[in-house]
């Protein structure tokens, strides 16, 4: 083989195994947010790889083949050794992708994909290993080829010189790609772990929360807001109306709502309907609307809780209330469970 086609092949080799190892850290960056996609376009791409390298080390064969020399130069050996080497650890990390390929079957997908995040995790030295045979073997192989063709370059014209210089300058850009990418894939690394640490104190602290909310839960707690009858309509729209303007001994409603704190009593004989009443008013839309202005800019929540006497304890007892109205407002804004629940 003469002295510039073997630089040449030389440098496509470089950028074979540049380009393989770039991919191994592509693959390992979009893979921290769990999609499957990385995995499928790092393979892929290693499968290019290895389509590129066959036929080189192909026509390096056919070139020994060809030429009058009864053996390869050491130089074409090597070359062919750099190609060889490239194909099996292609296929070695073709393997470890397919291993780490999500099963797309499996009843819990979720649980799935956050396990196969810890396979990845689990998989990093090994990967880490692969990097390193690719960026460490193959650049001294390619730096003894350099040395040994450079005896020939000697008898070359400047404009062959210079376009050694600009491989050597690629040798070089490479090295620095190569540690780059070495320190990104730690900074990921870090970083994925965290991400890890995060998810699973999040998971902890759901669990505490629903755990708390359960604690506070009973099974009659709306059995007695689901036994009132619905009002028919119009009966109790009086409630709602200017009590001066019917003439009614009765403070406004609406008014309270809009302007006023305090507590607007309603009473009546046993029987009268005043279960039913409260059940419309929470119902009602006007309610949450009046008492938003009110609120203003405050987020507004309106709990309720039917006390029933001849109901369990629980629906008679204060207990009973506090914690069916804790249940309502917590489960909405589960940030207030550890204000209020502190020392759980």
């Not at 630089?7 to 074979?16: K, P, R, S, T």
């Not at 279960?275 to 009110?294: N, Q």
Request: proline residues 3%; glycine residues 4%.
């Amino acid at each position: 083989m003469d002295p510039v086609t073997a630089l040449g092949v030389a440098a496509a080799v470089i950028q074979f195994i540049d380009y393989g190892t770039g991919l191994a850290l592509k693959g390992r960056e979009i893979f921290k947010s769990g999609e499957l996609g990385a995995n499928v376009e790092l393979r892929e791409a290693t499968n290019r790889l290895q389509n590129l390298v066959v036929p080189l080390r192909s026509s390096l064969h056919l070139e020994t083949l060809n030429t009058s020399s009864p053996s390869p130069t050491n130089a074409d050996q090597a070359l062919k050794d750099v190609c060889t080497k490239c194909i099996d650890l292609s296929k070695e990390l073709s393997g470890l992708l397919c291993s780490l390929k999500l099963n797309l079957s499996v009843k819990h997908p979720r649980l799935a994909s956050f396990q196969q995040a810890f396979s990845a995790v689990w998989n990093e030295e090994k990967i880490q290993g692969l990097k390193s045979r690719l960026g460490g073997p193959f650049r001294y192989r390619m730096i003894h080829v350099k040395l040994e063709q450079e005896n020939n370059f000697k008898t070359l014209d400047k404009a062959l010189q210079d376009l050694l210089d600009s491989h050597q300058s690629s040798l070089n850009k490479i090295e620095q790609n190569f540690n780059h990418l070495k320190l990104s894939q730690e900074k990921e690394h870090s970083h994925t772990r965290s991400v890890l640490v995060d998810q699973q104190a999040s998971r902890h602290r759901r669990q505490a929360e629903l755990s708390i909310l359960q604690s506070l839960k009973f099974s009659s707690m709306s059995l007695r807001r689901e036994t009132i009858a619905e009002a028919h309509q119009q009966t109790f729209e009086w409630v709602f109306c200017d009590p001066k303007i019917e003439h009614k001994p009765w403070s406004n409603f609406s008014e309270l709502l809009k302007t006023e704190n305090g507590i607007y009593w309603i009473h009546g004989k046993f029987g009268s309907g005043k279960s039913t009443l409260m059940k419309f008013i929470v119902d009602d839309p006007r309610s949450s609307d009046y008492a938003g202005t009110w609120a203003q800019n405050i987020p507004l929540e309106i709990p309720s809780f039917f006390f029933w006497s001849s109901g369990d304890k629980a629906q008679r007892s204060q207990s009973g209330l506090l914690r069916s109205l804790l249940y309502e407002i917590l489960e909405k804004h589960c940030t207030l469970i550890p204000e209020v629940f502190s020392k759980e």
